[in-house]
């Protein structure tokens, strides 16, 4: 298999159509790639909280076309990264507005949406996208011919249990779009290459680059593989990271060293 992390510079200044089309522009650079990776809210920059909702869109919206297309174009499996989505209000708002989601799409090589996940774990304790957003609640993977991807974002890389709850439902490869920070990027690797090894699994963790909302972000995305070896690593600034990779090692892995059959805790039924 081979994937492109592509790592987006989230500086101020750019506008969100023509980051868009900047950005559909290196998917589309990516046709050969089985898998092309985005980050976590590229559109508007993950601690950008103040614009998240001006800059929230539908599910169905401006980015969800751009990336559907381009991902067409390419032929190629796209993570699309996640993007400020605004759900249809219930009949009993107040306000007319539905609750927003920090949302990832996925898309097919024919451009058709495989899954959207909304991100559980929200950030920020008692501001910021904690209480602007609402929290997802269902686990989602996606079959790509050959493997399963599990589905994640940013701050959920903190909660192994939703990892292991991926791990139930059959992925081999967590995929963690983010918008990390550059202060905490020694846990950024080091919470990669730990899920990595207790699910016995390849983590491909892809960030943002530049300064948004004066946090500088981390940048050096990363490919991990079942035995916590990386495989490949970014610097900080904007770039895109090719690594190929064999997903049977997953398989081969768990085989050699079955330590997931001896799991006594934290054995329910996952949901799917």
């Given at each position: ?14 506008s ?78 107040a ?36 209480v ?12 790509l ?41 020694a ?41 916590g ?21 997953v ?22």
């Amino acid at each position: 298999m081979r994937a492109s992390l592509l790592q987006i510079d989230v500086n101020e200044g750019e506008s969100v159509e023509s980051r868009r089309s900047r950005v559909a522009s290196l998917v589309r650079e990516q046709a050969g790639a089985d898998l092309v990776v985005l980050p976590e809210l590229w559109t508007t920059g993950a601690f950008a909280y103040e614009g998240f909702a001006d800059e929230a869109e539908p599910l169905e919206g401006p980015t969800y076309e751009v990336m559907a297309k381009a991902a067409s174009d390419a032929g190629v499996w796209l993570h699309a990264g996640s993007i400020p989505e605004r759900a249809p209000a219930d009949s009993g708002s107040a306000t007319g507005d539905g609750p927003l989601y920090n949302t990832s799409l996925v898309f097919s090589p024919s451009g058709e949406l495989a899954a959207a996940y909304r991100k559980i774990h929200r950030f920020g304790f008692d501001k910021g996208e904690a209480v602007l957003m609402a929290a997802g609640e269902d686990l989602v993977t996606v079959r790509l011919p050959g493997t399963t991807l599990g589905v994640a974002t940013c701050y959920d890389l903190r909660f192994p249990e939703l990892f292991r709850g991926l791990v139930d439902a059959g992925a081999e490869i967590l995929v963690v779009p983010a918008g990390w920070p550059e202060r905490r990027r020694a846990h950024w690797t080091l919470l990669a290459q730990a899920r990595a090894v207790e699910n016995q699994a390849f983590v491909l963790a892809c960030g943002t680059a530049g300064t948004h909302a004066g946090v500088p972000q981390a940048g050096h995305s990363i490919v991990v593989d079942p035995w916590g070896e990386v495989l490949a690593q970014a610097g900080a600034g904007e770039q895109v990271l090719t690594v190929e990779f064999d997903p049977g090692k997953v398989a081969l892995t768990r085989d050699q060293f079955p330590a997931l059959k001896d799991r006594v805790l934290g054995l329910a039924t996952p949901r799917r």
